[in-house]
């Protein structure tokens, strides 16, 4: 959810600069992410090497 896309990221300024939208895009995202925010969110994080703060099924994938 998008909750848990923003603590990913720490903010939903963070979020929106992993992203390259801006923060009022964010903020009008539902609650519940469709796959595609779902999948911009989960490779951002491991481009970004937050796969540590992913959830368990993405947490133990590793960016090359």
Do not use: C, E, M
């Not at 959810?1 to 903010?11: C, E, L, S």
């Amino acid at each position: 959810n998008k909750a848990d896309a923003i603590n990913i990221f720490g903010t939903a300024v963070a979020l929106s600069r992993a992203l390259g939208v801006t923060r009022s895009a964010i903020s009008q995202w539902p609650d519940t992410l469709d796959q595609a925010q779902s999948d911009r969110v989960i490779g951002a994080a491991l481009r970004l090497g937050l796969h540590d703060r992913l959830p368990k099924p993405y947490s133990t994938a590793k960016a090359a």
